[in-house]
């Protein structure tokens, strides 16, 4: 079933704003059995507005529109839509209560250009906005149940067309709860599952070298999707058929033949991140945690402390960038500085050390590397890296070769350590 | 003069890629003078590409298309140019030497696939890839100086077509060093200048509202775009105009009226982050930092060690996410914890002091603050927060209330630290 999205904003044509919007609704109606087929970006201006209708309807029968719907004179796709479906504006009650509902909950008068907002086409089914005052807009080429008149006058195509708002967290919210489901529910477009592995501490072409055999035995209906970001490589297994349970049936046999494959290398599904899995495993455990930082200075805490509630077991970190914090604050002793330098294993072992007694944390993280661009030297070029992990039972430490790019190897440090963690917490 | 830009790949169709060249390729054309009046993504399908191609050559005169370039089987760009085109495919030495070169550097061998992306469109100029295989195509209705055939047999439109890779890189090196010198000395789109002005501390609507009176006065060949992100609002003036100097004199002229408006907010021009500033500031003082941080978890420290060379100034960081570090690694008052609480004055100042003289560095930031979503009581909401900045001079603190998005109120509550160290030194 295809569709074609049309993305209306001036914003989008001069690089202000990158259209992530599209990406998002791509992906959504993928996972619920849709395809997009073209995307097209139009700025604000009714010819370019009602060309681009024009055309998408003719190619295919569900056209999704975002943008074009705020309270400014710079928003004209609602007068746009009236004269190409051949509309004129109607009061919607159901509209208005919205708006008045959203004022009074933040506490804002409402002014006029808010109430017009409550203006809607008289041919289109409203669709609610549950975070802001534009309602959504259903134009569908047949006779609506309460008797509404059809829309197609002056473009007769039967394509249902979808107006939604720009504003990326209404358009998420309506397009969750409100488009797709309608859409599902109308076309039926058959059983579809996705499921995301989690890897991390491989790259993609490596990964895809052990996985082509396995790629290759993949059922017709299951398909193999490597997205790659820095430091982790998701695969995504995207099955598809009538039956819903043959279909998730199959695609968790093809995983359990996955995880026999490169088992050291997955640490968890579906767009879980790391931080969160290691804070489930540390509640669990009753454990506390510490990091000790050197390369990444912080941002492994800036990481774990991005989850919520990670107060409970994250105690906190020493960011020990220069020599003198190694040795004052972590108690690394100056000798090993001397004889092994700042990364090395020595090192690296005393600030974890140092860290779990200091800090007076069960398990902890530290990282002593060349992030880059300079710093390197023969023996140790830029990407060098020491990885310790302190736990109860001891201290276990991990050499890793990163790349030259300071931001990269900031984040497949951290992740690295992060997933060694995971590993000795499960 | 408009453009339009065609971006073919499947990945952008299935949500898999945000479309981040094309943001990317409409601002630098903006900034060089020219317009992008649509956007179109088509998936790696023949007729779909032909189609945009078509409709795109009517309606303007300047086409750019990015991706499907490379050597595997989806990749059918330059296929489909050829039958659009009526060309016929001819070996050019000149991008077969630039492959060998980059397969020289890379330490790679040469495949038959590699050797196939020497082939180009027999009526197209050759843009030259510095970081990739694929050679850019530019299609032009004349005759080139060379004799070779005009292009517009099959699609009669005068309009020139470039071809580039979707690899962003390779794309933003061709279109910097080659694609857009071309245009514009084919162009002369006439001079353009832009100058960014970073203010911090002030949300948008409340700089509109302080800025109208002079927005209004603004000469007609100078506009004013705000460019909000999470704690920081970018203001760019834009001017337009046939004599250089003179637009840069006009442009600087309102900067300068600009700063007389809103001195306290502005901390930078033209793209500089606040922790580049700051770093520089503290070289130039020939000083150190330090931050202790508790509600924004490490996220300071990151951003100040994400700048190359920050090991000259910065030395480290306390992370005092629990009351226990607090006190025995900052040596905050156990008195002050219990009497005023964790977010407070006196507590953030004491970290900052017990950083200063523990980490011994010269300044000093300092936050404690309820990132959320949990933890706020009605006294203390989430978002409360104070900053406390040590300086050699003394400590300095400032409240501030956040809002209730814990990714937020982590980011913004470290720019406003960052920004009050930079007033501190300057």
């Not at 089914?125 to 959504?136: K, L, M, Q, R």
């Not at 509630?309 to 105690?315: E, L, M």
């Not at 990885?387 to 991990?398: D, K, L, M, N, S």
Request: net charge negative.
């Amino acid at each position: 079933m295809k569709t074609e999205l049309i993305n209306i904003g001036n914003e989008l044509l001069i690089g202000q704003v990158v259209n992530t919007n599209a990406a998002w609704m791509a992906e959504q109606l993928n996972m619920a059995g849709f395809s997009v087929v073209r995307i097209t970006v139009v700025p604000d201006h009714h010819d370019d507005i009602l060309q681009a209708l024009g055309e998408a309807g003719k190619r295919v029968p569900i056209v999704l529109i975002t943008g074009g719907l705020g309270p400014t004179k710079d928003d004209i796709t609602k007068k746009a839509l009236c004269e190409f479906f051949d509309a004129k504006l109607v009061f919607s009650d159901e509209a208005y209560q919205n708006i008045i509902r959203l004022f009074g909950s933040r506490g804002y008068p409402m002014t006029e250009s808010n109430r017009q907002q409550a203006y809607i086409p008289d041919n289109c089914i409203p669709v609610p906005n549950d975070h802001g005052t534009a309602p959504g807009m259903w134009f569908e080429g047949q006779r609506t149940a309460d008797g509404r008149r059809q829309h197609a006058i002056r473009y007769p195509q039967s394509a249902i067309y979808i107006s939604m708002p720009g504003v990326p967290f209404e358009l998420k919210a309506m397009m969750s709860d409100h488009v797709i489901p309608r859409l599902k529910e109308k076309f039926h477009p058959g059983a579809i599952l996705h499921r995301t592995v989690m890897t991390q501490g491989i790259g993609e072409s490596f990964l895809s070298d052990i996985l082509e055999p396995w790629e290759t035995t993949l059922p017709e209906n299951i398909t193999l999707a490597y997205l790659p970001q820095p430091g982790i490589v998701r695969l995504r297994l995207t099955g598809t058929g009538d039956d819903e349970n043959r279909v998730a049936e199959t695609v968790d046999a093809e995983i359990r033949k996955l995880e026999a494959l490169i088992p050291e290398h997955i640490f968890g599904y579906d767009d879980e991140t790391l931080e969160e899995i290691t804070g489930r495993l540390l509640e669990a455990k009753n454990a506390t945690l510490a990091t000790a930082e050197s390369c990444t200075g912080g941002y492994i805490a800036h990481l774990i402390t991005s989850v919520p509630g990670s107060s409970r077991y994250f105690k906190g970190s020493v960011v020990a960038y220069s020599n003198e914090i190694k040795e004052h604050t972590l108690g690394v002793l100056p000798e090993s500085l001397a004889r092994y330098g700042a990364v090395s294993e020595t090192v690296v072992a005393e600030m974890a050390i140092g860290a779990q007694s200091r800090l007076n944390a069960d398990y902890v993280i530290a990282v002593s590397g060349i992030a880059g661009p300079d710093g390197g030297t023969k023996e140790k070029p830029v990407g060098t890296t020491w990885i310790a992990v302190a736990t109860p039972e001891g201290v276990f430490t991990q050499y890793t070769q990163l790349g030259d790019h300071r931001e990269r190897n900031i984040r497949r440090a951290a992740l690295q350590a992060l997933n060694m963690l995971r590993k000795e917490l499960v």
